[in-house]
């Protein structure tokens, strides 16, 4: 037993994609919801279900191709600019659906697209809209976290535009390589650590996939935080201020609950540290 039959529109559900699925020992149901239009795929439990699978699966590759061309007209609209070289490529240590690489009037950008709405802590907007306010601010003065280009909110998605960082490599990456790791890395991230603290800023998820180093067009490598999508600031007793441009932070919402920064600031070093020596052994027995 196989049947799939329509349940319903509605006009006011911005979700692009989503599945839902309910399982019994006679039959499996699956909610497959398409730009607001829900549709029940019903079928046995002794049903192929790899079949069932794949057909969803080339819908979602059908969704993918289908944004990158919305994308591809969407850009140049709100931009002005010309958009051009566009490639749909992968990454590590960021939070998306869509990762891109582009020029934009010959500038080498990387867009990171999202396709549903996400909860954050400002409870005003998207993930990279906070991501995007916040680095605006912080990149004024702090030269580890890349300024953001644009921030575009439509329906059905939200895309963030940054320069394109060449040879990008996580962190974690770095220090698990076989070879050496750069000698001035230890200083950098000490620095970031140190402004960081001395702003009373809390990044809320450090960790060795959102701190890499790359470099820009013509730029020298260097250490770039990313995701800041989290971050806020602390008053003098420990509690989050208002950060970025929209709105300010809900106060039920502890730093605490994620990742404590001084302690995962400190595991990297410690992490570097060994690496470094192991670095420099393997050099003076050669």
Request: charge should be positive; proline fraction near 2%; aromatic fraction near 8%.
């Given at each position: 037993?196989?049947?799939?039959?329509?349940?319903?529109?509605?006009?006011?559900?911005?979700?692009l994609f989503h599945i839902r699925n309910e399982n019994s020992l006679d039959c499996c149901k699956c909610f497959l919801t398409l730009f607001g239009k829900t549709f029940q795929i019903k079928y046995s439990s002794k049903f192929n279900y790899f079949y069932v699978a794949?057909?969803?699966?080339?819908?979602?590759?059908?969704?993918?191709?289908l944004t990158e061309s919305?994308?591809?007209q969407l850009i140049p609209e709100r931009t002005r600019k010309t958009l051009t070289s566009l490639e749909r490529i992968s990454t590590v240590g960021c939070s998306g659906d869509l990762y891109l690489r582009g020029k934009l009037d010959g500038e080498d950008v990387f867009i990171k697209v999202t396709l549903t709405?996400?909860?954050t802590d400002s409870g005003k907007g998207g993930?990279?809209?906070?991501?995007?306010?916040?680095?605006?601010?912080?990149?004024?003065?702090?030269?580890?976290?890349l300024r953001p280009l644009y921030y575009i909110q439509c329906l059905p998605c939200e895309v963030l535009i940054t320069p394109f960082l060449h040879h990008l490599r996580p962190l974690s990456e770095v220090m698990a390589a076989e070879e050496p790791a750069p000698t001035w890395l230890r200083g950098q991230l000490e620095n970031l650590m140190e402004h960081?603290?001395?702003?009373?800023?809390v990044h809320r998820d450090i960790n060795g996939g959102n701190l890499s180093i790359g470099n820009r067009t013509n730029g020298p490598t260097q250490l770039f935080l990313h995701d800041l999508a989290y971050m806020t600031q602390l008053d003098e007793e420990g509690h989050p201020v208002p950060l970025n441009i929209e709105g300010k932070v809900q106060s039920d919402i502890q730093p605490v609950e994620r990742q404590n920064d001084a302690l995962c600031f400190a595991a990297l070093l410690r992490t570097l540290d060994e690496k470094l020596a192991a670095d420099a052994e393997k050099a003076a027995s050669r």
């Open positions: 037993m196989f049947s799939i039959s329509y349940v319903g529109d509605d006009r006011n559900n911005r979700t794949q057909q969803v699966r080339r819908e979602r590759l059908m969704l993918d191709t919305f994308i591809h709405r996400v909860q993930a990279m809209q906070n991501e995007y306010e916040k680095g605006l601010l912080l990149s004024q003065e702090c030269p580890y976290v960081l603290r001395a702003r009373r800023l």
